[in-house]
């Protein structure tokens, strides 16, 4: 029998939808009871650059960059994004530069995929973004692969 999404992964809201010119920075994931977390970005418009790493560290210490595997919207327009970009990985712990990576972040979703082992012995993880132009850009994320299946998910 087939199960609703919502019923096998958590959903959780990293960042509320946010207009700033400032550094953003997602709510720290705890990935002790899940294998895998996807943190869907949805950028409305971004007027600038800014780089984009995903950092590990604890409830309330982000800040060990790691590398991580993304999908791009390839196309989009004011009033949509498709995620139709082919899977991509960094290949170190710099991250993304918004603006140059996608050429043009607006109206446009990014999927983050990270899994517990790539986080060695943190639980945690989050999105981080250095300053750049206005940003108006939201964070959910769905953690995925419950470590213990027997259980429901909390």
Known sequence: MASYLTETCKVIGALAPISTA???ASKPIDLAKYN????L???GSMNGTGTLTVEKGTASTL?????????LATTGA??????DGALTTTS???GIIMGTTPASPSNKIIAIEVTAQELG???WVGIKVGASGTDLVAIVALCYEPRYPQDIPA
């Open 63 to 71: 800040g060990t960059a790691i590398a991580f595997n993304y999908r």
């Open 78 to 83: 004011a009033a949509f994004s498709v995620l």
């Open 36 to 39: 895998r977390v996807c943190f």
């Open 121 to 123: 012995t943190s639980n």
């Open 41 to 43: 970005l949805y950028w």
């Open 92 to 94: 170190d712990t710099t």
């Open 22 to 24: 400032g550094a953003i």
